[in-house]
């Protein structure tokens, strides 16, 4: 069975940095690219970040690109996005979900981060 | 970047009834060199992470029930649900994958009449 579990939420100040992980099972995770998708409370959903299945390629969402990274270790399972000078409008639930030619077949539960001061 | 633009914004639509949500690109997601549409179809139930139903415009993923299909082509795209069941109450999402950014439509809240 698939999983993806995503760790690294909390409450962060505006300029901080955060770092969200997120952890799968049940997959050949080297296989896969692995996306980062985030839902800003009460509204719709938005593509944050993409890594290819080896990690050599990164593409990003304009609201996040020289902000935010996203790096995988394929020898722990793990995707990560590394999140840089925060802002309040990147409160948002984030999911990590598996990538199947850029569409998402499988998606976790979610990490909650909220920028406030 | 592709703008998606789903409607309509809500949709409030009575047990066993026809439900049709409407996607439309503002450019063409159709790859002409294998005639694929890189689009897909997404519910998401309240406090639930999205659950993809319909690739490539019309393909619908395993154990999602046939009263769901994905129609279109090019730049318009539909998702009917044949026989309105309960726990089919959700937002559905349309979202493109032809080119980053990969985008998604605003949603649609699909209701009980």
């Known amino acids: 069975q698939v999983q993806l579990v995503e760790s690294g939420g909390g409450v962060v100040q505006p300029g901080r940095s955060l770092t969200l992980s997120c952890a799968a099972s049940g997959l050949a995770f080297s296989s896969y690219a692995m996306h980062w998708v985030r839902q800003a409370p009460g509204k719709g959903l938005e593509w944050v970040a993409l890594s290819s299945s080896d990690g050599s390629n990164q593409f990003y969402a304009d609201s996040v690109k020289g902000r935010f990274t996203i790096s995988r270790d394929n020898s722990k399972n793990t995707v990560y996005l590394i999140m840089h000078s925060l802002r309040a409008e990147d409160t948002a639930v984030y999911f990590c979900a598996r990538g199947k030619f850029s569409y998402m077949d499988v998606w976790g539960k979610g990490a909650t981060v909220t920028v406030s001061s | 970047d592709i703008v998606m633009t789903q409607s309509p914004d809500s949709l409030a639509v009575s047990l066993g009834e026809r439900a049709t949500i409407d996607c439309k690109s503002s450019q063409s997601v159709l790859y002409r060199s294998n005639n694929k549409n890189f689009l897909a179809w997404y519910q998401q139930k309240p406090g639930q992470p999205p659950k993809l139903l319909i690739s490539?415009?019309?393909t619908r993923e395993s154990g999602v029930p046939d009263r769901f299909s994905g129609s279109g082509s090019g730049t318009d795209f539909t998702l009917t649900i044949s026989s309105l069941q309960a726990e089919d109450v959700a937002v559905y999402y349309c979202?493109?994958?032809?080119?980053?950014?990969?985008?998604f439509g605003q949603g649609t809240r699909l209701e009980l009449k």
């Open positions: 979202q493109q994958y032809y080119t980053t950014p990969i985008t």
């Open positions: 490539w415009a019309s």
